[in-house]
């Protein structure tokens, strides 16, 4: 495949390929709807490049593979879908507590339990708080099109070398499952990725042995670990905040929302632009971390309120609010369950907060819990006609 | 005739103390093998785990693989084995070591990959990773200790735990109505196509243990060779949670464990006149069509 | 003439060399304690010793080296 020239391609081959392309020679993983593409593809294309595509007993298995292959230096992935996310999360805190990079794909579907197995997001909480038990994050890379699909998984590969981390790109079973044109990234020059001096190569009589471990018995040595590992969230914090703004110059009421949901937010954005409300989005690319400078630079900008559209029952909005910290109103609508908002909808809440209505129907979202959603209207969209 | 020994010689770090005990003239006959580190174990007085830590090193002296090998270290009494062997050590979380150990050997084929774990991280928590990396016939060395109990917990039932076996969970005995049977892992292994080797061997006399170093030594070769593979279960002791000296514990384990755990080869492809165990296995499905796809190829 | 060097670093006075000895000529120091509080090993009888390195084998802990 030429390098820079654009192909049509779905959004989970994209991922697969992109990781290839990025050095990850390693893919451990279980099938689940909607991700399964992605683990065709790695075990059709891996092979063929001297790579390894091992369809693992279990998610966990999976991700503890993952977690040796890495300690061993690999460039090493792993995807999956929401209940299957779930079973890595014991992997990933090892990952965490024992500094080993490598990435995980989540296609999120509808849950709790087994859910559906449409696009959602509602493991917004679970991929920037709690994936795993234990003092961790990691960073988490929402995309939002194909191209970023992309992009984002090649970004994951180097962030999560650089700051010996895992990470994760969140995406959808809509961004997952759709074609979009899509300029895939040249390849990585093996010789040319990060050198990993800790990892468990063997010591070849040369070295001290290295040990990849999580285990700390005494409190004061494992304080220090979770210290030394705080500073390098801090400076990820600080360097690694991404986001795209749109029409937020002077834009008084903020949509923002990510991934798919961003992708109806936007046509809603600009709906309400041609209708005069000075609206405009803004989109997390990280949500871990998550774009609290860009929130700041649109209050000053002059925004007197946000409204966080997400495809769950509102989780991103809790990190809106702690960024807003009280300079802005904060407000949610979201619909969950693989029912996916209609630009429609979206516009409706942004003029009733351009008329200093509540959205919603309801008082303006102060505390999780007192937005009710709206009557869930079962028929589609091309069922109402429209 | 065997080509002659190298001189046993002391670790770096026992020169000085117990390197200058020895007068000049005086050989070394055994001492701690290289591949061991200087920490103390964290095992109780008399755990045979002790035993079996200090055989896989003297393997990978033996061997010449220190410098090639890794280990995966499970959670139980043996988790900071990590700290006890000088080659390279991954911390795997509970069960998970053969996963791990599949995932350094997937990437580093060259290298000699052993986990070591014990009866609940084994045969309980880890079941499943430990059929699949022995089915896939992952080409790794399985140290499996088998001592019936939870041992860093407190002494709790394990998957091996003997029927009326009292334990802290099973206070009134291990009563197999209600909670079933232990498992058997070297029978149970046994069956799988990808297994090259299973031996169970224990370590209660000195006959034992040089018998056990001869399985753990034959179970590294294998990897070494490609056989595929491998795993001998230690049938060991816990004298602190089983509640007996060191001494009754190895007699408790000759009356129950035993007799229960019976000692010996249960898979061996090469003695079998296979290479490997891919050939045992295409030799068992031999009346499988789809299964010969390639046969002689 | 064997005998045997015990590292008290190591050594936990569990007592398997002593009941493992052929010939009996192991037992517990009763008179020294090591620096993790146990009585260790100890050669009593060394001219029975014949280095046949059974302690060794048995000792849980590595703590014997046996010199001939």
Known sequence: ?386 | MAAPKTPITLPDYQQERIGSQIAEGEKIKSARPHALTDAIFNYCPGCTHGIVNRLVAECIDELGIEGKTVGIAPVGCSVMCYDFFNCDMIEAAHGRAPAVATGVKRVHPDNVVFAYQGDGDLASIGTAETVHAATRGEKITVIFINNAIYGMTGGQMAPTSLPNQVTQTSPYGRDVSKVGYPVRIAELLSTLDGVAYVERVTCDSRAHILQAKKAIKKAFQNQIDGVGYSLVEVVATCPTNWGMTPQDAFQWLRDNMLPYYPLGVYKDVTADGFANAAEAALERAKDCPIAQQGRGE | MARIIVDDVHCKGCGLCVSACPKGVLALDQERITPKGYHPAKLVDPEHCIGCSTCFITCPDVAITVVM
């Open chain 1, 1 to 386: 495949m030429a390098e820079n020239a654009r192909v049509l391609m779905k959004g989970n081959e994209v991922l697969a390929e992109a990781a290839m392309r990025a050095g990850c020679r390693f893919f451990f993983g279980y099938p689940i709807t909607p991700q399964t593409e992605l683990a065709a593809y790695m075990a059709k294309k891996l092979p063929l490049i001297g790579g390894t595509f091992l369809q693992a007993e279990s998610e966990i298995a999976a991700i503890n593979m993952v977690y040796g292959a890495a300690a061993a230096g690999a460039r090493v992935m792993t995807s999956s879908s929401s209940p299957g996310v779930s079973l890595k999360g014991e992997g990933v805190s090892y990952m965490a507590g024992a500094d080993v990079p490598g990435v995980i794909v989540n296609v999120e579907r509808g849950g709790p339990g087994l859910g559906g197995i449409q696009p959602s997001q509602s493991d917004y909480f679970q991929a920037t708080r709690a994936l795993g038990h234990g003092d961790f994050y990691m960073p988490v890379l929402a995309p939002s099109t194909v191209q970023e699909m992309a992009d984002l998984i090649y970004l994951a590969f180097d962030l999560a070398d650089q700051y010996r981390t895992p990470a994760m790109i969140l995406a959808d079973g809509m961004i997952g499952q759709m074609m979009e044109p899509v300029e895939l990234p040249p390849e990585r020059d093996a010789s040319a990725l990060p050198e990993k001096p800790w990892a468990t190569t063997g010591t070849k009589m040369q070295r001290e042995h290295n040990v990849v471990n999580s285990l700390y018995l005494s409190p004061e040595k494992l304080e220090d670990t979770n210290r030394e590992r705080f500073a390098r969230y801090a400076e990820i914090r600080e360097t690694q905040q991404r986001q795209e703004l749109m029409m937020c110059d002077d834009a008084e009421i903020v949509v923002v929302a990510f991934g798919a949901a961003s992708r109806i937010a936007r046509t809603a954005v600009r709906d309400a632009r041609a209708k005069g409300i000075k609206a405009g989005l803004l989109r997390p690319i990280t949500l871990w971390p998550y774009p609290t400078k860009a929130i700041d630079q649109v209050i000053e900008n002059g925004a007197k309120q946000f409204l966080s559209v997400e495809l769950n029952m509102g989780q991103m909005v809790e990190d809106v609010r702690l960024a807003a910290n009280g300079r802005a109103d904060v407000s949610f609508y979201g619909r969950t369950g693989g029912v996916l908002p209609t630009p429609e909808e979206v516009l409706e809440q942004i003029e009733k907060l351009a008329a200093g209505e509540a959205p919603n129907a309801s008082a303006r979202a102060t505390v999780m819990g007192s937005v009710l959603p709206q009557p869930i209207d079962r028929k589609s969209s091309y069922e109402r006609g429209e």
